[in-house]
């Protein structure tokens, strides 16, 4: 993972624009302090709307991560 995240920063894979909107849009949502499901009123069950928005967050990652090795194999051929 550290790679991965090592060839982003030095711009060796360029990362889709969805993924960045959707980890800014994660990133502000979950330290925002407006909630869908408000954890004040429903306790634990107000950390699922988190829990989701960081669920598909890490599917994004995951995805642009399988995108990278790809293009490693692809080049190592």
Do not use: C, K
């Not at 909630?35 to 960081?54: K, N, T, Y």
Request: aromatic share 8%; no cysteine; net charge positive.
């Amino acid at each position: 993972m550290w790679r991965f995240l090592n060839a982003v920063r030095r711009g060796e894979h360029r990362v889709s624009p969805t993924t960045w909107i959707a980890a800014i849009a994660a990133a502000v949502y979950a330290i925002s302090p407006i909630d869908l499901i408000p954890e004040l009123l429903l306790g634990p069950l107000g950390f699922a709307d988190d829990i989701g928005v960081l669920g598909i967050l890490a599917v994004l990652v995951a995805r642009e991560r399988r995108r990278w090795q790809e293009q490693l194999r692809t080049a190592s051929d």
